[in-house]
């Protein structure tokens, strides 16, 4: 045996205690398992052997225990006092006692070495894998500074100081962001799992909520203090934002400390999410006035939150105020009725000089309109002549599931009605 393959082994040990961040008692445990693993291979049991670790040393004593017999019917466990006495040359045995005998490492051979530096390998492999997954399902909702090691189509590979991995798929990037090799981004760790029961697969996210929350509390200080409190926070990300805070000293004024001086708090965080809109607004319990500041600066006539938790939310609004409420693409009201968790529909008003005591029941042209269609119009809100003329004709058709000719025609007995 050569004496290299020790001495790699035994480096090994020294190794894998100094570099690898596992606990004393664990290492020990291992490398004893590991060791008896072997002996079982080779010996086919390791009932009757010890093993002794010492990780301080970066080595390890093997003893082979052999009772005393007569006649010996199992050589790895026996031996007769002659074998005793011509190995160790002591008259003192008598049968009935137990002889211990120390092995060395180069009784496992060459390739039994071997098995037990990639046993050992492997193992502690598993132990770092299971440990960075402990480690990071602590740290779920945290946020990550990395750099980017690779990216892909459709994910990006960051690694942490110790190398560990973090994957960031397309999905959890704000739409239009572009990474680079070696660019240090900030994210949420949002999700860790073991992949095929072996690898942990740690995910991290620019999307979530949570991010922007953890933005703020980076950035404001008074969040961090707990000063202020971030009561609810709802995205759609890289195209707007809304965060309601709530102060717990009056003398704090929560949207302009979170705004930061001529905005300098809150630009950073704007840059930071690819300049999304983020409208800060005190948070309160009060479901209608938290829709009016959430739709603000659109002016509300009236809200009717109607009779269930499930109902829409029906907002009114003057026709050159709906513009202002349902924001671009909608988001404005989408991430109002997020805020309040409820669907908010926005509907026209009509203007104050047209009076109710000048509109009509549409109960009123059974005569002339199927019942059918009145109950459609009736279920999305219209039950007056002028809330459905005040409609436009495709968003008639579309709300109540109508034809449009069904609607021309509906819309033609509306408007005879009114006319001189």
Same mark, same amino acid.
């Given at each position: 045996?050569?004496?290299?393959?020790? @001495?790699?082994l035994?480096?090994?040990?020294?190794?894998?205690?100094?570099?690898?961040?596992?606990?004393?008692? #664990?290492?020990?445990?291992?490398?004893?398992? $590991?060791?008896?693993?072997?002996?079982?291979?080779?010996?086919?049991t390791?009932?009757?052997?010890?093993? @002794?670790?010492? #990780?301080?040393?970066? /080595?390890?004593?093997?003893?082979?225990?052999?009772?005393?017999?007569?006649?010996?019917?199992n050589?790895?466990?026996?031996?007769?006092?002659? =074998? #005793?006495?011509?190995?160790?040359?002591?008259?003192?045995?008598?049968?009935?006692?137990?002889?211990?005998?120390?092995?060395?490492?180069?009784?496992?051979?060459?390739?039994?070495?071997?098995?037990?530096? *990639? /046993?050992?390998?492997?193992?502690?492999?598993?132990?770092?894998?299971?440990?960075?997954?402990?480690?990071?399902?602590?740290?779920?909702?945290?946020?990550?500074?990395?750099?980017?090691?690779?990216?892909?189509?459709?994910?990006?590979? $960051?690694?942490?100081?110790?190398?560990?991995?973090?994957?960031?798929?397309?999905?959890? *990037? @704000?739409?239009?962001?572009?990474?680079?090799?070696?660019?240090?981004?900030?994210?949420?760790?949002?999700?860790?799992?073991?992949?095929?029961n072996?690898?942990?697969?740690?995910?991290?996210?620019?999307?979530?909520?949570?991010?922007?929350?953890k933005?703020?509390? =980076?950035?404001?200080? %008074?969040?961090?203090?707990?000063?202020?409190?971030?009561?609810?926070?709802?995205?759609?990300?890289?195209?707007?934002?809304?965060?309601? #805070?709530?102060?717990?000293?009056?003398?704090?004024?929560?949207?302009?400390?979170?705004?930061?001086?001529?905005?300098?708090?809150i630009?950073?965080?704007?840059?930071?999410?690819?300049? +999304?809109?983020?409208? $800060?607004?005190?948070?309160?319990?009060?479901? *209608?006035?938290?829709? *009016?500041?959430a739709?603000?600066?659109?002016?509300?006539?009236?809200?009717?939150?109607?009779?269930g938790?499930?109902?829409?939310?029906k907002?009114?609004?003057?026709?050159?105020?709906?513009?202002?409420?349902?924001?671009?693409?909608?988001? /404005?009201?989408?991430?109002?009725?997020?805020?309040?968790?409820?669907? @908010?529909?926005?509907?026209?008003?009509?203007?104050?000089?047209?009076?109710?005591? +000048?509109d009509?029941?549409?109960? %009123?042209?059974?005569?002339?309109?199927?019942?059918?269609?009145i109950?459609?119009?009736?279920?999305?809100?219209?039950?007056?002549?002028?809330?459905?003329?005040?409609?436009?004709?495709?968003?008639?058709?579309?709300?109540?599931?109508?034809?449009?000719?069904?609607?021309?025609?509906?819309?033609?007995?509306?408007?005879?009605?009114?006319?001189?």
């Open positions: 045996m050569e004496k290299s393959n020790i @001495i790699t035994i480096d090994a040990f020294k190794d894998f205690k100094e570099e690898k961040n596992i606990d004393r008692p #664990v290492m020990m445990g291992v490398l004893k398992d $590991v060791f008896l693993t072997q002996i079982a291979k080779t010996y086919g390791s009932d009757n052997f010890d093993v @002794i670790i010492n #990780v301080d040393k970066g /080595n390890c004593e093997i003893y082979q225990n052999f009772d005393i017999v007569e006649e010996v019917t050589p790895v466990a026996e031996m007769t006092l002659e =074998q #005793v006495k011509a190995e160790t040359g002591d008259d003192d045995y008598e049968i009935g006692d137990t002889y211990t005998k120390k092995l060395s490492l180069e009784s496992f051979g060459r390739r039994g070495i071997l098995n037990i530096r *990639q /046993n050992l390998q492997g193992r502690i492999m598993d132990i770092e894998k299971a440990n960075v997954f402990k480690n990071y399902s602590e740290r779920v909702g945290e946020l990550f500074t990395g750099e980017i090691y690779q990216t892909w189509k459709n994910e990006v590979l $960051v690694l942490d100081e110790d190398s560990n991995e973090l994957r960031m798929p397309r999905s959890e *990037q @704000i739409p239009g962001e572009h990474f680079k090799k070696n660019d240090t981004i900030r994210a949420i760790i949002k999700s860790v799992e073991m992949k095929n072996t690898t942990p697969y740690i995910v991290l996210s620019r999307t979530t909520d949570t991010f922007l929350e933005l703020f509390e =980076q950035e404001v200080p %008074e969040i961090f203090d707990g000063l202020i409190t971030i009561k609810k926070v709802v995205r759609i990300p890289g195209e707007r934002a809304k965060v309601a #805070v709530e102060s717990y000293d009056e003398r704090i004024d929560p949207i302009g400390a979170c705004i930061g001086v001529k905005g300098s708090r630009m950073g965080i704007v840059r930071e999410l690819r300049n +999304e809109n983020i409208d $800060v607004l005190q948070w309160t319990n009060n479901t *209608q006035l938290l829709i *009016q500041r739709l603000s600066p659109a002016k509300i006539s009236s809200i009717d939150l109607g009779e938790p499930d109902d829409k939310i907002v009114y609004m003057l026709s050159e105020e709906v513009k202002k409420g349902i924001g671009k693409g909608g988001c /404005n009201i989408k991430l109002a009725g997020m805020l309040v968790g409820r669907e @908010i529909e926005v509907w026209r008003e009509l203007p104050k000089t047209e009076t109710d005591e +000048e009509v029941l549409l109960s %009123e042209f059974s005569n002339e309109i199927d019942q059918w269609i109950d459609k119009l009736e279920s999305i809100g219209c039950d007056t002549a002028k809330s459905v003329l005040a409609l436009a004709p495709a968003d008639i058709a579309k709300r109540a599931d109508l034809e449009d000719e069904t609607v021309e025609d509906v819309l033609r007995i509306l408007r005879s009605e009114f006319e001189e």
